[in-house]
């Protein structure tokens, strides 16, 4: 199916690994891209590709696939992570997908 | 840098058309881009609703596809977007985006429009 499933929220110590998760038929034919979304503000890309991070991003961001499922990993969270993050990925048919979004709350 | 900015009415009439350009600066709109726009609506995900080459190619949402139409004005470095019989559904946070191997890699700071009478 043409739909990208990620989980509504997930939370993480300051300091420690979280790792966002995306489903998806399209996700074993092309990769992932992810975005950061803060309150009122527009979304930022932080993850594309196989494993690449625009300029700008740390280097905590991280991205991996396999199968259907790609994630997003954040290794040393920081309390300016916390944010919206989506998954975006490409059909068949070149539609864009969105995933439903993942709320993270660093404690 | 490439730099994004909306622009059109923040407020719409139930059945009635939503307008929005997007200009672009920093960067020529002929340029190896796809000239995208993307939706929110209050406290909801994103949605994609279509998108543009210079050369006048689109591709666009089917769930969307038989109301939006997205044209270019090379002459004035900026796209748009026309949304027709729009319902309360259709209010959103609109924004154009540029597309390229990256991804959605510059973003405008989005424009609320509110469809209602």
Known sequence: S???????????????TVRITCQGDSLRSYYASW?????????VLVI???????????DRFSGSSSGNTASLTITGAQAEDEADYYCNSRDSSGNHLFGGGTKLTVL | QVQLQESGPGLVKPSGTLSLTCAVSGGS????????????????????IGEIYHSGSTNYNPSLKSRVTISVDKSKNQF?????????????VYYCARRNSSGF????????VTVSS
Do not use: C, M
């Not at chain 1, 043409?2 to 420690?16: H, M, N």
């Not at chain 1, 594309?48 to 740390?58: A, E, M, Q, V």
């Open chain 2, 105 to 112: 890699s510059d973003w405008g700071q989005g424009t609320l």
């Open chain 1, 48 to 58: 594309y590709g196989k494993n690449n991070r625009p300029s700008g991003i740390p």
């Open chain 2, 29 to 48: 709109i002929s340029s190896s881009n796809w000239w995208s726009w993307i939706r929110q609506p209050p406290g909801k995900g994103l949605e994609w």
């Open chain 2, 80 to 92: 748009s977007l026309k949304l027709s019989s729009v319902t309360a559904a259709d209010t959103a």
């Open chain 1, 2 to 16: 043409s739909e990208l499933t990620q989980d509504p929220a997930v939370s993480v110590a300051l300091g420690q």
């Open chain 1, 35 to 43: 975005y950061q979304q803060k309150p009122g503000q527009a979304p």
